[in-house]
């Protein structure tokens, strides 16, 4: 959970960059946020550094960066304030178009490789007594959630896009105990929530990212004592 906010924030720092230079923000922040994606992985494994500890100490650069370029440039505040909270107005269709290609990108990566995933997320020690390359795999998840914060980022802002890794998979949990369960629980939740925070947004003149986040915090409450009461029966 906590790489998808230190992504997120890497991928602030590139965008003001990129804004800063006059060049396409989405364009520059996919292989800059891919890069911090692996380089956190190969940090936190081949260093003294503890993983949050590498997370943090990234993600905080690159914010301080993203800052720091914004302060320099000239017109750029308003860019700025839509890709830190989002905001779906600002969507071009060339945005569109990346997004849906990235996402059937990963969702046929994650379908392709649904097994050895599971096995390294499960049990990396077991997954590596059976033969699976667990470090190619933990890359690939490294990868998956780096172009999945990347896709988010327009629409949600990058305070808040890490909320969608983060709630829907805590909200199945809460209602599924199996990984395949979990998976799929998370993914509907994600799509139903997402629809109901935009559709709210709309009718309530209220920021996009901010709305689906709420919205996805209510599943989470909700699922959650529904779970309490289950148990308790």
Do not use: Q
Not at 13 to 37: D, E, F, H, S
Not at 99 to 115: E, G, K, N, R, T
Not at 168 to 190: E, H, K, N, Q, Y
């Amino acid at each position: 959970s906590m790489i998808g906010d230190g992504l997120s924030h890497v991928g602030f720092g590139a965008m003001a960059v990129a804004m800063a230079l006059g060049a396409a923000p989405l364009t520059v922040a996919l292989p800059v946020v891919i890069l911090a994606a692996f380089f956190l992985l190969r940090l936190s494994r081949g260093s003294r550094l503890a993983g949050d500890s590498a997370i943090a100490l990234v993600s905080s650069g690159a914010l301080a960066i993203g800052v720091v370029a914004t302060s320099l440039s000239s017109g750029s505040n308003v860019d700025v304030m839509n890709y830190l909270f989002g905001s779906i107005l600002t969507m071009t269709a060339a945005d569109v178009k990346l997004a849906v290609l990235l996402s059937l990108a990963v969702l046929l990566l994650f379908l392709l490789l649904y097994h050895r995933i599971f096995a390294v997320t499960f049990d990396e020690t077991f997954a590596r007594a059976t033969g699976i390359r667990a470090n190619l795999y933990n890359m690939v998840l490294a990868l998956l959630t780096a172009v999945t914060i990347v896709i988010g980022m327009r629409l949600m802002g990058t305070l808040l896009i890490s909320s969608l890794i983060i709630f829907p998979a805590l909200s199945a949990m809460r209602i599924s105990r199996s990984f395949l369960g979990v998976t799929i629980g998370a993914a509907v939740l994600s799509v139903v929530c997402f629809w109901i925070g935009v559709l709210a947004s709309f009718l309530l003149s209220t920021p996009t990212g901010a709305s689906v986040v709420l919205v996805n915090l209510a599943a989470f409450l909700l699922l959650s004592l529904y779970g309490l009461l289950r148990r308790h029966k």
